[in-house]
């Protein structure tokens, strides 16, 4: 019996992946399942997350702190943010994994509410505009 849970223990760390000690993301690799980033690129990951976050908070001021969880996954055909919730790498790379936190993070920003009042406020400031060609035509 104890062996069973073991071994299903086991089995769901290695299709999870390897968390962070925040638990605010996850790795895993797409292809290899015993993938692991090593202690000092954890360590190394996990400070890049708080600082991107704190930067992002620093230059686009608001209340809370912005924490977005998602999953890092290694060996992608591509590096990008996909669907908000996951950063596609090909290989491990600090930089680029840098920018997908900064990018998800700008995205916990962008409520709803906020991208209503954004998107009105681009209406208004294009309606208050005028077409010089249209002033001489009037005048």
Same mark, same amino acid.
């Given at each position: 019996?104890? @062996? ?6 086991? #089995?769901?760390?290695?299709? +999870?992946? =390897? %968390? /962070? /000690? ?5 790795? @895993?690799?797409?292809? !290899?399942?015993?993938? %692991?980033?090593?202690?000092? =690129? ?14 992002? @908070? *620093? ?17 992608? &055909? @591509? &590096?990008? +943010?996909? *669907? ?5 790498? *090909? =290989? ?6 840098? =920018?997908? +936190? $900064?990018? #998800? ?7 709803? &509410? #906020?991208?209503?009042? #954004?998107? !009105?406020?681009?209406?208004?400031? /294009?309606? $208050?505009?005028?077409?010089? /060609? &249209?002033? !001489?035509?009037?005048?």
């Amino acid at each position: 019996m104890l @062996r069973t849970i073991v071994t299903a223990m086991f #089995l769901v760390t290695t299709c +999870v992946g =390897q %968390s /962070s /000690s925040s638990g605010f993301f996850l790795v @895993r690799h797409i292809k !290899k399942s015993e993938f %692991s980033l090593t202690p000092a =690129q954890m360590r190394e990951a996990e400070k890049l997350y708080i600082s991107t976050c704190a930067v992002v @908070r *620093r230059e686009f001021p608001g209340s809370g702190e912005l924490r977005p969880r998602f999953t890092v996954l290694v060996g992608a &055909d @591509r &590096d990008e +943010v996909h *669907r908000q919730t996951e950063i596609w790498l *090909r =290989q491990w790379n600090p930089g680029l994994f840098a =920018q997908g +936190v $900064a990018v #998800l993070a700008f995205d916990q920003l962008l409520t709803s &509410d #906020l991208v209503r009042n #954004l998107a !009105k406020r681009g209406i208004q400031q /294009s309606n $208050a505009m005028v077409d010089v /060609s &249209d002033l !001489k035509e009037n005048h």
